[in-house]
């Protein structure tokens, strides 16, 4: 599984001062466990039983050494920004409070925070990153520029990740179930075909293959074999498109005709197509 190093993280956005001319962070309160309920908005999906109860494990013995994060919601409400796993564990240790501090921010705001508090703290399963970039282009129509800019990643990377989204529901199991890596995936969103996806899919997995293998498994394929003829003709340009398929984040092919030819970008969803537009207009 592909891991990001991003730029900034969640101090980033949180700074520890600010100017005199702002008002200072607001100090650690103490809410009630049961008037704090989960973020609606949370990337992670799932929470590993083991590790729950290893932190759980530790608040029994040393308590929670970092404040959660909320927001108010009204009614005595907050609801969490980040910080769910303390959370969970906080009320598995049957703490009745908790330590948090307490942010004024929209929902936008909500996901972009919760989102980089989960790359910096530990790999984030590749379908809880793709679903969450997915949510925050067509809820919130932020384009993948202003996503990258926020999470302090390329463009390409949001693009790989938002195709994931395409994929047979079975596959993106395998995916959340750590059994195919992104990189598995990426090879496996070239065969246009999810029969075919997910027959090398399931080939993958039963042989456990690395991607290098899964990339000498498509090639020898029938499918592969009947694009040989096309794919030699378009040997003298894939510098080009390798370039070209990394700006754009997608798949681009570059055929001759007989007197000029084409370039061919391919998009599996709207949001993408809105993604790729923006970067070849700006």
């Given at each position: 599984?592909?891991?990001?190093?991003?730029?900034?993280?969640?101090?980033?956005l949180?700074?520890?001062?600010?100017?005199?001319?702002?008002?200072?962070?607001?100090?650690?309160q103490?809410?009630?466990?049961?008037?704090?309920?989960?973020?609606?908005?949370?990337?992670?999906?799932?929470?590993?039983?083991?590790?729950l109860?290893?932190?759980?494990?530790?608040?029994?013995?040393?308590?929670?050494?970092?404040?959660?994060l909320?927001?108010?919601?009204g009614d005595?409400?907050?609801?969490?920004?980040?910080?769910?796993?303390?959370w969970?564990?906080a009320?598995?240790?049957?703490?009745?409070?908790v330590q948090?501090?307490?942010?004024?921010c929209?929902?936008?705001?909500?996901?972009?925070?919760?989102?980089?508090?989960?790359l910096?703290?530990?790999?984030l399963?590749?379908?809880?990153?793709?679903?969450?970039?997915?949510?925050m282009?067509?809820?919130?129509?932020?384009t993948?520029?202003?996503?990258a800019?926020?999470?302090?990643?390329?463009?390409?990377?949001?693009?790989?990740a938002?195709?994931?989204?395409?994929?047979?529901l079975?596959?993106q199991?395998?995916i959340?179930?750590?059994?195919?890596?992104?990189?598995?995936?990426k090879?496996?969103?070239?065969?246009a075909?999810?029969n075919?996806?997910?027959?090398?899919?399931?080939?993958?997995v039963s042989?456990?293959l690395?991607?290098?293998?899964?990339?000498?498994?498509i090639?020898?394929?029938?499918?592969?074999?009947?694009?040989?003829?096309?794919?030699?003709?378009?040997?003298?340009?894939?510098?080009?498109?390798?370039?070209?398929?990394?700006?754009?984040?997608?798949?681009?092919?570059?055929?001759k005709?007989?007197?000029?030819?084409?370039?061919?970008?391919?998009y599996f969803?709207?949001?993408?197509l809105?993604?790729i537009?923006?970067t070849?207009?700006?």
């Open positions: 599984m592909e891991k990001k190093a991003l730029g900034r993280g969640l101090d980033a949180l700074p520890a001062t600010k100017p005199a001319s702002m008002p200072e962070l607001p100090e650690v103490h809410l009630r466990v049961d008037a704090i309920v989960p973020n609606r908005y949370q990337p992670r999906q799932t929470f590993s039983p083991q590790e109860a290893e932190l759980t494990s530790s608040l029994k013995q040393s308590g929670l050494l970092q404040p959660i909320v927001r108010r919601k005595g409400i907050y609801e969490l920004i980040s910080g769910e796993r303390r969970r564990a009320k598995e240790a049957g703490f009745e409070t948090a501090l307490i942010r004024n929209g929902d936008e705001e909500s996901v972009v925070l919760a989102l980089v508090e989960n910096q703290r530990t790999d399963n590749p379908m809880d990153m793709a679903r969450t970039y997915h949510r282009m067509n809820e919130f129509g932020l993948q520029d202003i996503i800019q926020r999470v302090s990643c390329e463009r390409s990377s949001i693009a790989n938002v195709r994931l989204i395409n994929l047979p079975e596959i199991q395998l959340e179930t750590n059994q195919l890596s992104m990189g598995h995936a090879v496996i969103l070239g065969l075909s999810q075919e996806q997910l027959r090398v899919a399931h080939v993958v042989k456990v690395s991607v290098r293998d899964t990339e000498k498994l090639e020898s394929s029938p499918v592969a074999k009947k694009r040989g003829t096309r794919e030699l003709q378009r040997t003298p340009w894939s510098d080009v498109e390798a370039r070209l398929q990394k700006r754009l984040g997608t798949k681009v092919v570059i055929q005709g007989r007197r000029g030819g084409k370039i061919v970008i391919h969803s709207p949001p993408e809105d993604g537009l923006e070849l207009l700006n």
